[in-house]
């Protein structure tokens, strides 16, 4: 039974990391037409920055099936890209060239984004509710 928990906590912690990576994705989406950031500079895109909670993935030992596995989320990273440049002499925010620096968002990869952490999201609730259905089976067993 203990395993079961470990298993739950396992997809707890990936239903985590996605819904941060989910609220970061909107918050890219929402800022992509962002010229001015607080710092006085266009958005920048952020991304999320996952890593595992196991050093060796396929290093499995029998007494020690799932300790210290799942994932956990590192940081939020700064894109380095350039800002992207677009001629509009009329913006309030052109140079003497007329070039306005826009984020470095691009709307279709971030909502290509979306689509895998909500899958991601989806796979661990489905992950969740098998293990649930394991363990009333295996109550249901015990009460015979």
Do not use: W
Not at 5 to 14: A, D, M, Q
Not at 50 to 66: P, R, V, Y
Not at 96 to 119: F, K, P
């Amino acid at each position: 039974m203990e395993s079961l928990f470990r298993v739950l906590e396992i997809s707890g912690s990936g239903l985590t990391a996605e819904r941060l990576r989910m609220d970061v994705i909107a918050n890219n989406i929402a800022n992509a037409n962002t010229v001015n950031a607080q710092d006085g500079t266009p958005y920048r895109r952020k991304s999320v920055l996952l890593h595992t909670m196991q050093d060796h993935a396929f290093k499995i030992s029998l007494g020690n099936t799932l300790r210290e596995r799942g994932v956990q989320v590192s940081g939020i990273a700064e894109d380095s890209r350039p800002p992207r440049l677009q001629y509009d002499p009329s913006h309030p925010n052109a140079d003497e060239e007329g070039m306005v620096m826009l984020s470095n968002v691009n709307v279709l990869n971030e909502m290509v984004d979306m689509i895998s952490a909500t899958r991601a999201f989806e796979a661990n609730v489905t992950a969740i509710e098998a293990t649930k259905s394991m363990a009333k089976k295996a109550i249901s067993i015990g009460n015979v």
